[in-house]
């Protein structure tokens, strides 16, 4: 019997030790045709059937509630509240009909819950490789500039400014990663403290972008905002959190626009309740196999590119975080050899 019940076993079983009576009770009566009545023939098994089945059912849903509340106590890693109970555990027949459901259920969520530890352990695995690699370079060099001139290069007039120089820019690199990590570990714990405050995201936004027009110019790289997007809005949020979150978009466009040719837009947007702060580019763009990652801590798209560049490889994970410990959304689409675009919400201020 596949996935019989306790009622349908019950029945069965009684209806095997009424036939079995009645099949003996019949004999008796054709042997000895005056010893009983007929009635008796037919009551007396279907008594026993009735009592059978009732005794029967019981038992078995009792016996079979308990192996299922053990399994509900492994199912369940923390004792039901009370309020739980009744759901879970306290009504026999949800119990025992649902049991495998529960139990198919719980199977599915351990299967993705190991798929989830193995992700988070292969993550794990090439962060920690990442870290390495990113520290290793600027410890390497350090050392090689330190080495030259310990065995006497700082006599040399030729090369001892010069190999400091590049220490410590090694040395500014290697802060930059840790600063930037301690930044980003502050914002997932929640001990970095919100400074809200009101102000005006599109002055803000030509703050950013005044600062950063030099450092474009040497590329030929035009800062400016899209037509039609040059009004203030008032928006809440930490002001200097906010100012490096536009800061690293914009940034990350210079370094990847199209020399002499490039354009960097910012874009401002009214959604009702919030505001989209929009950043584009027409530079060299992201394959779409790296979008879904491009936030992670020192992902980089194209690895070779990205370090000869500088920077710590953090910049779109700490835009992500302080953007996410707003409460907001961050986005990115992107065409290669087209350019991209990454947008963030704001709350609208009242």
Same mark, same amino acid.
């Given at each position: ?54 005794? =029967?059912? &019981? ?5 079979? =509630? ?43 969520? $351990? ?8 992700? @988070? +352990? ?20 350090? !050392?090689?500039?330190? %080495? ?11 090369? &001892? ?24 570990? &502050? ?8 400074? %809200? ?46 100012? !490096?979150?536009?800061?690293? @978009?914009?940034? #990350? ?7 002499? $040719? ?9 959604? #009702?309740? =919030? ?23 020192? =992902? ?23 953007? +996410?410990?707003? &409460? ?23």
């Amino acid at each position: 019997m596949k996935n019989a019940t306790p009622n349908v076993i019950a029945r069965i079983s009684s209806s095997i030790i009424a036939s079995i009576i009645s099949i003996l009770l019949l004999l008796f009566k054709l042997i000895f045709p005056h010893s009983i009545q007929w009635w008796v023939v037919i009551a007396i098994p279907l008594f026993l059937f009735i009592f059978s089945y009732f005794i =029967y059912s &019981n038992l078995l849903e009792k016996f079979m =509630y308990r192996k299922i509340k053990l399994i509900y106590k492994s199912i369940y890693d923390t004792k039901a509240s009370e309020e739980e109970r009744p759901e879970k555990m306290n009504v026999k027949k949800n119990v025992i009909k649902d049991a495998e459901k529960e139990v198919i259920n719980w199977q599915k969520d $351990k299967l993705k819950e190991i798929r989830k530890q193995k992700k @988070l +352990e292969q993550y794990r695995k090439e962060f920690l490789g990442n870290v390495f690699h990113e520290l290793k370079t600027p410890i390497f060099n350090i !050392q090689g500039y330190l %080495e030259t001139l310990l065995e006497g290069g700082i006599e040399d007039q030729a090369i &001892n400014m010069r190999f400091l120089q590049k220490a410590r820019k090694n040395v500014k690199r290697m802060t930059e990663i840790v600063d930037d990590l301690q930044m980003i570990a &502050n914002l997932e714990d929640g001990s970095f403290s919100l400074i %809200e405050e009101k102000f005006d995201i599109y002055k803000l936004a030509t703050d950013v972008i005044e600062s950063l027009e030099m450092r474009a110019g040497k590329k030929g790289i035009k800062l400016e905002f899209k037509e039609g997007c040059e009004k203030s809005f008032l928006v809440i949020g930490d002001r200097e959190l906010i100012q !490096q979150v536009l800061n690293n @978009l914009i940034t #990350n466009s210079i370094k990847y626009g199209k020399e002499e $040719k490039g354009k960097t837009l910012v874009g401002l947007y009214d959604m #009702n309740e =919030y505001i989209l702060v929009e950043v584009s580019d027409n530079g060299i763009g992201i394959d779409s196999k790296h979008l879904p990652r491009i936030f992670e801590r020192f =992902y980089r798209a194209d690895k070779a590119r990205s370090r000869e560049m500088g920077g710590s490889g953090l910049g779109l994970s700490i835009v992500k975080h302080i953007v +996410e410990v707003h &409460n907001q959304n961050v986005n990115v689409r992107s065409t290669k050899g087209v350019g991209t675009t990454f947008g963030f919400t704001l709350k609208k201020a009242k």
